[in-house]
């Protein structure tokens, strides 16, 4: 199986942390987000442990909330000691609503408004991570109307092509995200950062991507931000007390995907990021990392039931489940991959068919996966999973066409629970007048 956590019983049932998913279908209904905590604080652990022995106690990881936000993972990312990456005054709600202490978030997006700022501020975000020079202007006005001294990263973009797909890579020159080192600009945002009074500088961010699988672009970011933060040390005195080099790690969504060893990883960018700073005469810095996927993908899978098995003479052949783009607009935006089977006949080693797995929406493009080879009987009521969705689905999910929301189950020592419950057609009218 492509992750260690799931198995098959001897019904021939999918399991996930030990569960079978047939009865946690029949308990809960479909569609359903089945998510093994244990799982996700096995993540967060490795990333803690491994940052500490990389760079000491100073360090920290950062959960990138806009993988998968509701309550509940902000009380696992309290338990577990992790910082948390915000990016909207709607994350910053939950996480503070779940009793998260938001002095250890950091508020990152392009452009965060005054009122996001205000909002933060009030109540005592961490750090601002900064992407440009008016929300520098922006983010020194409230604070010192406030009479606060705000600490800042400044989000700087190294220039770097990840080579993942478009949508994601974030640390070119020429993104929307961060200000350049190349152009110049990220020397002028430290410059100014520093000449403000209600701001600490703190540090630098990166981020060059996301799904990347190749560590030499984590090694090359790290060297260009610390040859970067020991020129400004030259120039300006300026003293760097935090780098924050972004998330990213990919996962394993096909057999065929590599599997990173995140421990190892951080070792190699540890030994050469301590090395490069006794080089340039940097202290360490306090290192973070943002790792969104990395901790909650592998932990889910989504239970569909089938409905529909549409086969078309010499064309394709479609089998309809009862969710789609609206709990997973991956496929439909990116083309990603997934892998696809039943849970209800796991074991199934007959004849299989090529089909493509659509959802409920009334439109083409909403399909969850092409090229899937299915039991060749497949049929009505039969359970679909879909592995590997625990990150950017549930928090990238819709009400188009008025689908209401599947519930989130979380296990853990072999319980089940509710998260997050199935948003009911009054939900949906909540706010309609
Ligand atoms: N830090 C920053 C500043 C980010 O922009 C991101 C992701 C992360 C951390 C977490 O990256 P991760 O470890 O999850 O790769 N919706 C897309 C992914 C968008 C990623 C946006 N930024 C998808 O479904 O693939």
Do not use: W
Request: glycine share 8%; hydrophobic share 40%; with cysteine.
């Amino acid at each position: 199986m492509i992750c260690e956590n799931l198995s098959v019983n001897e019904k021939g049932h999918l399991c996930i942390g030990g569960r079978d998913t047939v009865e946690l279908a029949e308990k809960y209904g479909t569609p359903l987000y089945v998510f093994d905590e244990d799982r996700i604080r096995a993540r967060c652990r490795t990333y803690q442990a491994a940052l500490h022995e990389a760079f000491g106690d100073k360090a920290c990881a950062l959960y990138a909330g806009k993988a998968a936000s509701f309550r509940a993972m902000y009380r696992i990312m309290k338990d577990e000691g992790m910082g948390v990456d915000v990016v909207s005054s709607g994350e910053i709600y939950t996480a503070l609503s779940a009793g998260f202490p938001l002095e250890k978030a950091y508020f990152h997006s392009n452009n965060k408004t005054d009122a996001d700022i205000a909002y933060a501020m009030e109540n005592g975000i961490g750090y601002f991570v900064v992407d440009n020079r008016e929300e520098l202007d922006a983010i020194e006005a409230i604070a010192s109307e406030k009479g606060i001294r705000q600490k800042i990263l400044l989000r700087l973009t190294p220039g770097i092509d990840p080579h993942t797909y478009a949508a994601v890579a974030t640390g070119k020159v020429d993104s929307k995200f961060g200000s350049a080192i190349e152009t110049g600009q990220a020397e002028e945002m430290t410059v100014y950062a520093q000449s403000l009074s209600a701001l600490d500088l703190v540090g630098f961010h990166c981020h060059v991507g996301s799904q990347v699988f190749d560590s030499d672009v984590f090694l090359r970011a790290a060297a260009i931000m610390l040859n970067f933060a020991a020129k400004m040390k030259e120039k300006y005195g300026f003293v760097l007390r935090e780098l924050d080099l972004g998330g990213g790690y990919g996962v394993r969504y096909l057999d065929s995907d590599p599997e990173i060893d995140i421990a190892e990883n951080i070792r190699t960018v540890g030994a050469a990021v301590v090395a490069q700073c006794k080089a340039l005469g940097l202290e360490l810095p306090a290192v973070r990392m943002e790792p969104g996927r990395s901790i909650v993908a592998d932990a889910a899978l989504t239970l569909y039931t089938v409905g529909t098995v549409k086969r078309i003479p010499g064309y394709k052949n479609y089998v309809s489940v009862d969710g789609g783009m609206t709990d997973n607009p991956r496929y439909a935006l990116y083309g990603s991959s997934y892998t696809v089977l039943l849970a209800n006949r796991a074991n199934d080693t007959g004849k299989t068919f090529r089909a493509t797995v659509a959802g409920r929406c009334c439109e083409s493009g909403d399909l969850l996966q092409e090229n899937v080879e299915l039991p060749n009987d497949t049929h009505r009521g039969d359970l679909l999973a879909v592995l590997t969705t625990g990150a950017y689905n549930y928090s990238m999910a819709s009400n188009y066409n008025r689908i209401p929301r599947p519930p989130i189950v979380m296990l853990r020592d072999g319980e089940d629970r509710l998260a997050v419950r199935r948003e009911s057609f009054a939900d949906i009218c909540r706010n309609d007048l």
